[in-house]
């Protein structure tokens, strides 16, 4: 299996940067895709960056030009830069790994971080 573990959240004002981390560990090899996803109070959780392993990457409309979505395949790490904050971005990030369908004995098709609190204050 997969663990992601999350890291880098805090209290930060308006305007202010941050950057968060998920390192890898297990069946690395078994990972494809990464992604960042956050989840605010009463909200769903949504999606707001991810990155092929092929280096392509997409983001939310809300997040686009603010952050910026990498990885460090030697490290086995995903990292979410994030300029500009706004009291909006609020929310518990996590860290996903869909898995590589060569590893179909893995009983799993994605995994999770278990999340990092951001909270950008006004």
């Known amino acids: 299996q997969v663990q992601l573990v999350e890291s880098g959240g805090g209290l930060v004002q308006a305007g202010d940067s941050l950057r968060l981390s998920c390192a890898a560990s297990?069946?690395?090899?078994?990972?494809?895709?990464m992604g960042w996803y956050r989840q605010a109070p009463g909200k769903e959780r949504e999606r707001v960056a991810a990155?092929?392993?092929?280096?392509?990457?997409n983001y939310a409309e809300s997040v686009k030009g603010r952050f910026t979505i990498s990885r460090d395949k030697a490290k086995n790490t995903l990292y979410l830069q994030m300029y500009s904050l706004k009291p909006e971005d609020t929310a518990v990030y996590y860290c996903?790994?869909?898995?590589?369908?060569?590893?179909?004995?893995?009983?799993?098709?994605?995994?999770w971080g278990q999340g990092t609190q951001v909270t950008v204050s006004s």
């Open positions: 996903n790994a869909d898995r590589n369908p060569d590893c179909y004995y893995l009983t799993t098709y994605d995994w």
């Open positions: 990155v092929t392993v092929g280096g392509m990457t």
């Open positions: 297990g069946e690395t090899g078994c990972i494809s895709a």
